[in-house]
């Protein structure tokens, strides 16, 4: 290139400049890149900055709301408290333990679940060979589970026409209830092999004292109906209800299904 040489002034050609400012202007956009990378982040920053005050702001509302409703809460304990305590000093029984009536309640429950997996046979000569008899039983009515337990309830008598119950433990209700109806059905197709025999569901002691007591009003209304003429018969169901049942002139007796008990305030029946 062309160098024109003037006193005191330099010049040069367009080329020449360029390359004289090129690397100034190179080092302005690569310090320039760093800087905005930078700008950006501190802008996240600040933006995350935010959502947390709002967030924080969020929490410190409903924690205030909270703290409002404990207040509350504690206010109407309280006086409920208060509501109560004249009433608490004048009363002199004892208060209830409820540990007691919680393992009173876990019993009565247990008891229940018990009796429920109990069958009991009645008019089972007595023996001396009750498991025998409990696995004959099984094979007459093609019933394969094995009972867990065999035993006879109440005192043994010195009549020897009277014969306790025989009572059937097994693993589960399912398992009693479908011992009973195997037996039932097996009784209806050979009635001469089982005919003798009585199967009923075991009972709690609250059911068995409810047996009772209808037992003798049942005892009660038959001895009426004899000094009557004898046209009617009072039966206890397995359940503890009472059944009346009427004479027909050809000498069969037939259940009074819409039959009820009345109830008195004398006798409670």
């Known amino acids: 290139s062309s160098v024109i040489v003037t006193p005191g002034k330099i010049d040069t050609s367009p080329r020449d400049h360029f390359c004289s400012i090129g690397p100034n202007l190179c080092a302005r956009k690569s310090n320039r890149l760093p800087r905005l990378k930078i700008l950006e982040e501190v802008k996240k920053g600040s933006n995350g900055r935010e959502g947390l005050k709002e967030e924080m702001t969020q929490l410190k509302s409903n924690n205030e709301v909270l703290l409002k409703e404990l207040a509350d809460v504690k206010s109407h304990l309280s006086a409920l408290h208060l509501h109560q305590q004249p009433t608490m000093e004048n009363d002199s029984s004892p208060p209830p333990f409820f540990a007691d009536a919680v393992k009173k309640s876990v019993h009565t429950a247990l008891q229940e679940d018990k009796a429920k997996c109990d069958v009991i046979i009645s008019k089972v000569e007595e023996k001396g060979k009750d498991e025998s008899f409990a696995a004959d039983l099984g094979s007459k ?61 075991g009972r709690n002691r609250e059911d068995q004292a409810a047996f009772r007591k209808s037992a003798i009003v049942a005892n009660t209304l ?47 029946r």
């Not at 093609?142 to 306790?164: A, C, P, W």
């Not at 050809?250 to 008195?264: A, F, Q």
Request: hydrophobic share 30%; with cysteine.
């Open 141 to 201: 009515i093609s019933f394969d589970t094995k009972s867990i337990g065999v035993m006879r309830l109440g005192r043994k008598k010195e009549d020897t026409h009277h014969h306790r119950l025989l009572k059937l433990s097994f693993s589960t209700n399912f398992e009693a209830r479908a011992f009973r109806s195997r037996f039932e059905k097996a009784r209806k197709d050979k009635p001469n092999d089982l005919s003798e025999f009585r199967v009923r569901p």
């Open 222 to 268: 038959n001895k009426d109906s004899k000094r009557e003429g004898d046209m009617c018969s009072y039966s206890v169901r397995d359940n503890g209800s009472i059944w009346k049942f009427e004479k027909q002139a050809d000498g069969k007796w037939v259940h009074i299904s819409d039959w009820k008990l009345e109830k008195s305030g004398n006798d409670g």
